[in-house]
């Protein structure tokens, strides 16, 4: 059984900081691309950023660089999203997706969503 498992979300003041963990079980995460997604009502959902199925290559929105940070654990099963400097514009519910690769290419995964909430 495949599952995507946030935790992290929460109320934080602006210029705070929050770090997001999804947990991974049921599929082999080294074969994933692992990636952050947020979405505001009415608005379509985002890539926030994205790590490769090895690690190293990672890419962000141009309106979380330098702020945001995706990290992976492969002994966990986890991957990260550190958020620094937060604004209130990044107040959405963030999901966390796999991507599979290789023989895995065209499998896709969810998470249920964490909710972040930057307000002072």
């Known amino acids: 059984q495949v599952q995507l498992v946030e935790s992290g979300g929460g109320l934080v003041q602006p210029g705070g900081s929050l770090s997001l963990s999804c947990a991974a079980s049921?599929?082999?995460?080294?074969?994933?691309?692992m990636s952050w997604y947020r979405q505001v009502p009415g608005k379509e959902r985002e890539l926030v950023a994205a790590?490769?199925?090895?690690?190293?290559?990672?890419n962000y929105a141009d309106s979380v660089k330098g702020r945001f940070t995706i990290s992976r654990d492969s002994a966990k099963n986890t991957v990260y999203l550190q958020m620094n400097s937060l604004k209130p514009e990044d107040t959405a519910v963030y999901y966390c997706?796999?991507?599979?690769?290789?023989?895995?290419?065209?499998?896709?995964?969810w998470g249920q969503g964490t909710q972040v909430t930057v307000s002072s």
């Open positions: 790590i490769a199925s090895a690690g190293g290559n990672t």
């Open positions: 997706k796999a991507t599979g690769t290789s023989y895995y290419y065209g499998r896709n995964y």
């Open positions: 049921g599929f082999t995460f080294s074969m994933y691309v």
